[in-house]
């Protein structure tokens, strides 16, 4: 479990989480969703450690983020965020073995090049496996950065919105994939998303933040209702049942 | 390699890892690679030794290995801070003399001779000199550290701005007390102020080389460490990298091998950025496992190439920092040309 208490952060003076208090860890899928500027980004920070919070506690699997030691909470929980700029050049390969560091620290046992062998079989890079990175796709890439948290074998994975700039088949792919890895694998999935059809199409719960706060957590069913879109994003949103499914209209 | 997997769809490696051995050409090999900068740089210690000895050939092997050991070392720091330095900044096209390194010695000294004179910093005991001025340069570097990165706001990009106005600041004090000083006074020390590896004292260069030996055991220990920061200060606390920890003890690392190294030859940071970058694409991997000791070797062959032509085709007519700045300007300009048309 992640247990968040009394989570509060502010930017001089603004506050940009408000005592925030939440769980995660039963559901495979969770989708966190929000409006630009609610949290969303500064929540996965705390619980990766990357920003400290002004009060309150991360506690993940027992380990208090802010005590335990960095290598033990990374092969519990692996963080992969938006902008992933890298000044050398690497290969495929070469990433994916970084997500075995937490475990071998950089001396690579045969249990690790299994692990990265699968990850890379498991997001289908092998033909890609020896390009350099900044010659794949928008959507090789991110598949590689998948890998990498994947090799990192956590039991939980958090993605920060993983589906920027990409196209239609590819935010498909990657949903698809991540719910595969939450039901085939056993990991517990915790995905910022901007796109709430998306949200409500592959995960088991729906957290939803505005200005630093949790406004709804449920299933999907329960979030997909016009007025609780409205609420959250403040702006009007349609919900018609499409194939006895819940779809958000929030284009005209 | 590896071909046994748990999972039963999963039968994937033997293709793609049979493609990397099928090309064996062992100029893929980086200790290949690595051997063959070892070479030449033995050869060019052998060209140096032998060529135009005017008497004894032992006198001038004596002369003449200290000067190598000097570059040795010099090489050694400049080499190792300048990568170590490109790895924590995420940034190749900096040298860590924008911290105002470079610009803080040339203050200390120029302070020195305006309140003493040039003939006591002459007659100074070359030990002492030596002795504050590292102490000095490592105290500022550690001040700016623990003031900018270790405290609350841990910026590096704030740590290097202040740096850089910080070595400015230097800059325009130094030029201000030069102005007036006594034109004999100032000849003096814009003498000492050219890197010069010739001649070194062979006890200051004995306290640095042991000194920069320490500060590289000290890296050894961090190079997978290292490999991880390449991916900058996110994705390696993600994976379990204590960022501020490593960071804090590299910059300390990388302050006492500078510090030394300038206060024995002078001011010579500039040339890391070439070598750095010469070290990145013959290298031709990230691993620093490979690019240091890369990055070591081809400083030492600039130093022993550029002291060698510098000796034999200029017949010693300008200073080896001069002729290693003037590449190094243009390398530079030709760096921020082409990755700007990237």
Redesign the interface.
């Known amino acids: 479990m992640i247990v968040l208490e009394g989570i509060t952060k502010r930017y001089n003076g603004t506050t940009v989480l408000k005592d925030v208090s939440i769980a995660f860890g039963d559901e495979g899928v969770t989708a966190l969703i929000g409006p630009n500027g609610a949290g969303k980004s500064t929540l996965f920070g705390v619980v990766?450690?990357?920003i400290r919070a002004d009060t309150g506690t991360v506690v993940v699997d027992g380990m208090n983020v802010e005590t335990a030691?960095?290598?033990?909470?990374?092969?519990t929980l692996?963080?992969?965020?938006q902008d992933?700029?890298?000044?050398?050049?690497?290969t495929v390969h070469?990433l994916v073995e970084?997500?075995r560091?937490?475990h071998s620290?950089?001396?690579l046992t045969?249990v690790d090049?299994?692990h990265i062998?699968?990850a890379?079989?498991?997001l289908d890079l092998?033909p890609f496996?020896?390009r350099f990175l900044d010659e794949l796709s928008g959507g090789q890439r991110q598949r590689a950065f998948i890998a990498m948290v994947l090799a990192?074998d956590t039991k939980y994975v958090l993605l920060d919105e993983p589906l920027n700039n990409l196209d239609l088949r590819h935010m498909t792919e990657i949903m698809k994939l991540l719910r595969r890895m939450s039901d085939e694998l056993g990991k517990r999935i915790i995905v910022v998303l901007h796109d709430i059809n998306f949200a409500a199409t592959y995960s088991d719960r729906i957290v939803a933040m505005r200005d630093g706060e949790i406004v709804a957590d449920a299933s999907a069913h329960e979030i997909m209702r016009e007025e609780v879109l409205e609420a959250v994003y403040d702006t009007k949103v349609d919900v018609h049942t499409i194939d006895g499914k819940p779809v958000a209209l929030y284009y005209r | 390699m590896l071909t046994k997997t748990m999972n039963s769809d999963a039968t994937e490696a033997p293709e793609t890892t049979g493609w990397r051995s099928s090309v064996p050409t062992l100029w893929a090999k980086p200790g290949i690679r690595l051997l063959l900068l070892g070479f030449v740089v033995l050869g060019l210690i052998a060209v140096y030794f032998f060529t135009d000895v005017p008497g004894s050939l032992a006198f001038a092997l004596k002369i003449r290995s200290l000067t190598v050991l000097a570059m040795i070392v010099v090489a050694t720091a400049v080499g190792v801070s300048t990568v170590v330095f490109h790895t924590i900044t995420q940034n190749r096209i900096l040298t860590p003399s924008i911290m105002g390194f470079d610009a803080f010695y040339v203050l200390i000294s120029t302070i020195i001779v305006f309140f003493f004179g040039a003939t006591s910093f002459l007659r100074a005991d070359p030990l002492t000199l030596w002795i504050v001025q590292v102490v000095v340069m490592v105290a500022f570097s550690v001040f700016l550290f623990t003031w900018l990165f270790g405290g609350k706001r841990r910026s590096i990009h704030l740590m290097l701005l202040v740096g850089i106005v910080l070595g400015t600041f230097f800059r325009s004090l130094t030029e201000w007390m030069q102005r007036m000083l006594d034109p004999l006074d100032f000849q003096v020390l814009s003498d000492a102020m050219f890197a010069s590896l010739t001649r070194p004292n062979e006890m200051l260069l004995a306290l640095t080389g042991v000194l920069v030996v320490l500060a590289c055991l000290a890296v050894v220990p961090l190079l997978r460490t290292l490999d991880v920061l390449t991916l900058g200060e996110p994705t390696a606390v993600g994976l379990g990298v204590n960022h501020k920890r490593v960071v804090m003890a590299l910059f300390m690392i990388v302050s006492v091998m500078i510090a030394a190294s300038t206060a024995l030859v002078g001011p010579i940071l500039f040339f890391g950025l070439i070598v750095a970058n010469l070290a990145y694409s013959y290298a031709g991997t990230f691993r620093h496992v490979w690019t240091l000791p890369t990055a070591i070797l081809i400083g030492a062959i600039c130093l022993l190439g550029g002291q060698l032509v510098l000796e034999q085709v200029f017949a010693l007519g300008g200073s080896l920092s001069m002729t290693i700045e003037f590449a190094g300007g243009l390398f530079f300009l030709y760096l921020v040309l082409r990755k700007g048309a990237r």
Do not use: C, M, T, W
């Open positions: 990766g450690r990357l030691a960095s290598s033990d909470l990374a092969r692996a963080v992969l965020r992933n700029h890298i000044a050398a050049r690497l070469d970084f997500g560091f937490p620290k950089g001396r045969l090049r299994d062998n699968r890379i079989h498991y092998e496996r020896d990192q």
